[in-house]
């Protein structure tokens, strides 16, 4: 990987992150200082900008050294953060968000039927009329499209790269995290499942959620088969 390259990824990081931190604000359209619940924050990337803003932020991930670069991160921007290292299927928060989000294809990890216990779980956690935004892969797109590649750089020394591969309905997912400092590499591998849009819309309905809006983009765009992404903003009923 060239610096050439390193340069790219991260601006495109930081240009991506501003238009996803005005999209989810946008979106959500809450007071500031009201409780919002990143699940599986990863290294803290809306996180910490949402804290910028003037949210309460809570961040959970089940990967320790995530959390580690999201803590460090935190301090540096001088926002205070609750992260807490913990599978999504073991949240126990009761009404305590006004909002939700999962962010960048950070869901179906598990089983369907585990997969709806996370959705019940996360219902469970939001105020009444609480919202959930959840971003996804669109299915419909990757079956057009057989590769799919998603690079992140973190602001700081490390390197996060994606590599996303459809088969069968399961969309495999490669990462792997660059300290540029140190040279080390450390890589995963996980399959998620992916979700056309009615069958999202009829597990959150199930688990007590009513969709409101659908996007393709980060732009707001429509939701339709040839966006990549499949954005949904549900409310608790």
């Not at 931190?21 to 619940?37: A, E, G, M």
């Not at 419909?140 to 992140?152: F, G, Q």
Request: glycine content about 6%; charged content about 20%; some cysteine.
């Amino acid at each position: 990987m060239t610096q050439e390259m390193l340069g790219d990824f991260k601006t495109y990081s930081l240009a991506g992150t501003e238009q996803e931190i005005t999209f989810i604000n946008n979106v959500l359209s809450l007071p500031i200082h009201s409780c919002i619940l990143d699940l599986y924050c990863g290294y803290g990337r809306h996180t910490i900008e949402l804290a910028k803003l003037g949210y309460n932020m809570t961040g959970v991930d089940a990967t320790k050294e995530f959390l580690e670069i999201a803590s460090q991160k935190a301090s540096e921007e001088k926002v205070t953060i609750n992260f807490n290292h913990c599978d999504m299927r073991k949240i126990s928060y009761s009404e305590k968000f006004h909002a939700v989000i999962n962010m960048f294809a950070a869901f179906g990890y598990f089983s369907d039927e585990e997969n709806a216990h996370v959705l019940h779980l996360i219902n469970h956690s939001l105020f009444p009329d609480g919202l959930f935004l959840i971003d996804l892969l669109n299915k419909e797109w990757m079956v057009r499209n057989s590769l799919n590649r998603y690079w992140r750089h973190p602001n700081g020394e490390y390197v996060l790269s994606y590599k996303v591969e459809l088969q069968n309905g399961m969309a495999t997912m490669k990462r792997q995290l660059i300290n540029q400092v140190t040279g080390t590499k450390t890589q995963y591998e996980f399959a998620l499942r992916a979700y056309s849009l009615s069958e999202m819309i009829a597990i959150l309905e199930q688990s007590g959620f009513l969709v409101k809006a659908t996007y393709g983009s980060f732009d707001q765009r429509p939701y339709g088969p040839e966006t990549p992404r499949m954005i949904i903003l549900a409310q608790k009923k």
